[in-house]
């Protein structure tokens, strides 16, 4: 079946340190990636996306690449800062059935928290 | 636009009573989803309507959840009757029919049952 799997949180860092969120995933046929942040007491919102293999998503100094090969979608950014202290969630669409309705599957998300 | 609008946004409630969550999601926009997030389960997916109709309702967890979607700009969420395992971060989400399957979402309610 479809399923993704992201690392385990909380991870705590210095600003300007080097993120990388781990998400790997399962699925049949060509699903899109994606990553959402949920920032506190908010809801969730697109952070960045890929719809096939070898594409690059990014925003907001926010990088992940379709790697179908070892398939994965790590987060990456440089350079962290304090207000990207939020909840990252990895997600998976596929279609669900001929009339072309997809459906997402989501991560357990990983907390990130950025200290100055 | 105003987003998707979610009320109330904080409900606290007593084991047995009907509970009833609503969304209105962005206009235009003709898929609807019903999320409900936990720190043991995380994200999961109740239920999602296109064109206003019922598409996938396999995550509702039990017959005590009903959602309905009247029409195009508004939707409920109900819980009838309410237990303290129901406690949880309702959202909702909407997006448009090939835009990428991107989702957005209210700020959700927060659902206390004691």
């Known amino acids: 079946g479809n399923s993704v799997t992201q690392m385990e949180g909380p991870v705590t860092l210095s600003e300007e340190a080097f993120l990388t969120i781990n998400c790997t995933y399962t699925a049949t046929g060509y699903p899109s990636l994606f990553w959402y942040v949920q920032y506190p007491g908010e809801g969730l919102q697109l952070l960045l996306k890929?719809?096939?293999a070898d594409d690059k998503g990014s925003n907001k100094g926010f990088e992940a690449t379709y790697r179908k090969e070892t398939t994965s979608f790590h987060l990456e950014k440089g350079s962290v800062q304090v207000s990207d202290s939020a909840v990252y969630f990895c997600a998976l669409s596929f279609t669900i059935n001929a009339g072309n309705n997809r459906k997402l599957i989501w991560g357990l998300g990983t907390s990130l928290a950025v200290n100055p | 636009d105003a987003g998707v609008i979610q009320s109330p946004r904080h409900e606290v409630t007593e084991m047995g009573q009907e509970v009833t969550l609503r969304c209105k999601p962005i206009?235009?926009?003709?898929?609807l989803f019903w999320y409900r997030q936990t720190m043991m389960r995380g994200l999961e997916l109740l239920i999602y309507?296109?064109?206003?109709?019922?598409?996938?309702d396999s995550g509702m967890p039990e017959d005590r959840f009903s959602a309905k979607m009247p029409n195009a700009s508004f939707s409920t969420l109900k819980i009838q009757p309410s237990e303290p395992r129901d406690s949880a971060v309702y959202f909702c989400?909407?997006?448009?029919?090939?835009?990428?399957?991107?989702?957005?979402f209210g700020p959700g309610t927060r659902l206390t049952v004691t």
């Open positions: 206009s235009g926009h003709d898929y």
């Open positions: 309507f296109n064109n206003n109709v019922p598409i996938d």
């Open positions: 989400a909407s997006r448009l029919a090939g835009s990428s399957y991107e989702q957005y």
């Open positions: 890929a719809t096939k």
